[in-house]
């Protein structure tokens, strides 16, 4: 019953920026990290950057001084800052949350279902 929703994808000019935002919904015991990923085509899915739960933060270091992940662990959301966007940047970016659905359950990751980005004239 846990669902993740993204939002934010569309194209956008090189050296612009955009936002995308992660929603988890249902019920479960605790988010322990979301992370984002992308794909271009004919490419395998890459980790982009995850935050935890208490703010930890880790970035591929294609991205670094440039993307920027936070959260709101009240409104359980990520968001992904994107600045001074590449067009090696353009893909399919993916959410995946790191969830524990009880106090001693296992985790599980769940995937939202992806949002295009395209940086081009």
């Known amino acids: 019953q846990v669902q993740l929703v993204e939002s934010g994808g569309g194209l956008v000019q090189p050296g612009g920026s955009l936002r995308l935002s992660c929603v988890v919904s249902g019920r479960f015991f605790s988010i322990v990290a979301m992370k984002w990923y992308r794909q271009a085509p004919g490419k395998q899915r890459e980790w982009v950057l995850g935050?935890?739960?208490?703010?930890?933060?880790a970035y591929a270091d294609s991205v670094k001084g440039r993307f920027t992940i936070s959260r709101d662990n009240a409104k359980n959301t990520a968001f992904l800052q994107m600045n001074s966007l590449k067009p090696e940047d353009s893909a399919v970016y993916y959410c995946n949350a790191e969830v524990r659905p009880g106090a001693s359950s296992a985790i599980t990751n769940y995937w939202g279902q992806g949002t295009q980005v395209t940086v081009s004239f």
């Open positions: 935050i935890t739960s208490d703010g930890s933060t």
